[in-house]
Nanobody
Framework: VQLQASGGGLVQPGDSLRLSCAAS????????MGWFRQSPGKEREFVAT????????NYADSAKGRFTISRDNAKNTVYLQMNSLKPEDTAVYYC?????????WGQGTLVTVSS
């Protein structure tokens, strides 16, 4: 199983980024997908999750109204659209695939929000 996250980079406060996570080696459409992030010196934290069909989503309070998680099962890819980015959004963002007790993590993509 591979989860390849991409799309991170250096942006200014107020900018937008779209992260992508391409999955392979698993029946993608039967897995719930999620984004988590980890800032230096902090524990990994939940950002957003989406159900296998895309019909249900959940967001951390910090992401509500600014971030949107979506998925394209035909492309085995999950996205995180991040708008109105803040310096406190700076972190390594990880995607996760989860079904029952099975869980897989990607390698992470760095997002830096700085002026």
């Amino acid at each position: 199983v591979q989860l390849q996250a991409s799309g991170g980079g250096l942006v200014q406060p107020g900018d937008s980024l779209r992260l992508s996570c391409a999955a392979s080696g698993l029946p993608f459409s039967s897995y719930g997908m999620g984004w988590f992030r980890q800032s230096p010196g902090k524990e990994r934290e939940f950002v957003a999750t989406i159900g296998w069909s895309g019909g249900s989503t959940n967001y951390a309070d910090s992401a509500k109204g600014r971030f949107t998680i979506s998925r394209d099962n035909a492309k085995n890819t999950v996205y995180l659209q991040m708008n109105s980015l803040k310096p406190e959004d700076t972190a390594v963002y990880y995607c996760r695939a989860q079904r029952a007790r099975l869980e897989y993590w990607g390698q992470g993509t760095l997002v830096t929000v700085s002026s």
